[in-house]
């Protein structure tokens, strides 16, 4: 069970804040996921027939030809994503102006019923593909908003208390707007 002196959280905390430190997008963190998802598929696509129709026959249920369509078909997601994430990891001036974002917010003061902004800093730099620049205009200056995949600190999933959401921001402003499509872990 993770509690708030517990050595796990303690660990998640400083993962996030190494992140924030650092300023930077983590895009190992996001292409070993992917290069294993693809190591298992191949693993499982490369079984011997024989292999397979031994288990087969233990278990009615198991189909070699589905078995090999549903592990195809993932391989080929994981490929996908994979030459998703390259592009993205390939686009210099985005990265930097994601990172420069990210930077720029993280010591914004928080306003009343927001979230830290080093959290929503932590959201860029986790997820900057999930991010719309130019995305619409304040309804309060007329600047332009950013959008971006806002996901709380992985310690208050640990603690149930976590949040997600699309969520628009307002850098002349400093103002967050709600999250849509929110989930809760609690």
Known sequence: MVTFDSPEL???????????????????AKILPIANKIAECEKHLTVPDVAL???SEEHPEFSIDKHKADFEERLVRAKTELTQLIASISDKEANDRIEALANEIKNWEKQEGQFSWKD???????????????????????????????HSPKWTWAMMCGKAGEMAICPSCKTQSGLFGIITSA
């Open 10 to 28: 303690k660990k998640l905390v400083e993962h996030d804040n190494q992140i924030l430190s650092k300023g930077k997008i983590d895009w190992e």
């Open 53 to 55: 129709k031994l288990y």
């Open 120 to 150: 929503v800093a932590l959201s860029i730099l986790e997820l900057p593909e999930r991010i719309i620049f130019d995305y619409d205009r304040c309804p309060d200056c007329g600047h332009s908003r950013i959008r971006i995949y806002f």
